[in-house]
């Protein structure tokens, strides 16, 4: 399945702006992971999913096909973990854990570059705008939640 370049570029530009625009809230917030870094987790993950479904021979064989995508979706969110982790930090003395939310945003993105690599723009349009809506209205709501609970935030 050769896409035309126009459409590589499509999957690979529409998944550095998911990345890169999910990356703007942490770079707000002072966060370890930005838009450059989120930008590139998404391209690396939509670049190894279009270039492995585009190999000679995959769409004649719908098994081998589906064998390929499982496999990519498997190696890239395991991979693309050990740069989530290197964001938390863990203070045992203090009983705190730090950055498990931006851990889980890379993890996100990764899957949002693999839906743009596949070309779900569906998926791409609707987890961004979550994505997004998580990050930005919920920490209000966690802090309303944490004062009515008669915790600091």
């Given at each position: 399945?050769?896409?035309?370049?126009?459409?590589?570029g499509?999957r690979?530009?529409?998944?550095a702006?998911?990345?890169?625009?999910?990356?703007?809230n942490r770079d707000?917030?002072?966060k370890?992971?930005?838009?450059?870094?989120?930008?590139?987790?998404?391209l690396?993950a939509?670049?190894?999913t279009?270039?492995?479904?585009?190999?000679?021979?995959m769409?004649e064989?719908?098994?081998?096909?589906?064998?390929?995508v499982?496999?990519?979706?498997?190696g890239?969110?395991?991979?693309i973990?050990f740069?989530?982790?290197g964001?938390?930090?863990?203070?045992a003395?203090?009983?705190m854990v730090?950055?498990?939310?931006?851990?889980?945003?890379?993890?996100?993105?990764?899957?949002?570059?693999?839906?743009c690599g596949?070309g779900?723009w569906d998926v791409?349009?609707i987890?961004?705008?979550?994505?997004?809506v998580l990050?930005?209205?919920?920490?209000?709501?966690?802090?309303?939640?944490?004062k009515?609970?008669?915790?600091?935030a």
């Open positions: 399945m050769d896409l035309p370049i126009l459409d590589v499509v690979l530009g529409a998944a702006l998911a990345g890169a625009a999910i990356g703007i707000l917030t002072n370890p992971i930005g838009m450059r870094t989120l930008g590139l987790v998404a690396g939509a670049a190894a279009v270039a492995t479904i585009q190999v000679d021979g769409t064989n719908p098994d081998a096909l589906s064998r390929v499982q496999g990519i979706i498997q890239v969110m395991a991979g973990s740069i989530g982790a964001v938390i930090l863990r203070d003395k203090a009983r730090e950055g498990l939310t931006t851990a889980a945003t890379v993890w996100v993105t990764a899957a949002l570059g693999i839906a596949l779900r791409v349009v987890g961004v705008a979550i994505a997004l990050l930005v209205a919920f920490p209000w709501v966690e802090a309303l939640v944490s009515s609970n008669g915790k600091i």
